[in-house]
């Protein structure tokens, strides 16, 4: 999956503002890393290198099975497969948003 779909996908589950007012990065390792920033209206989602407030490290498979809901977040933080650095409650609150 290319890093355009992600940022497409992302910018259909949240819209236009999402609510969550701060800077998160997921970092795909090798294959990149995509930005949402919901600090400003209309949030912005790109492949932008803007200083997060909470960065999550997941593989771009592990991210698209929590998307369609095949991984839940929880599990996938408790086995490594999701790791968190920064605010653990921006990324508590990024849950309820990309639902």
Known sequence: MSLEKIIDGI???I???CGL??????DF?????VTLDATQIPNQV???TTEPDCTMVISIDDFMAMADGSL??????MTG???VQGDMGIA???AAVMT
Do not use: H
């Open 72 to 77: 839940d977040g929880v599990s996938a933080f």
């Open 92 to 94: 508590m609150k990024l």
């Open 29 to 33: 390792g090798d294959q990149g890393t």
């Open 11 to 13: 910018k259909q589950r």
């Open 46 to 48: 790109s492949e932008s």
């Open 81 to 83: 497969r999701l790791k």
């Open 21 to 26: 007012g701060a800077v998160v990065k997921f």
């Open 15 to 17: 819209g236009e503002d």
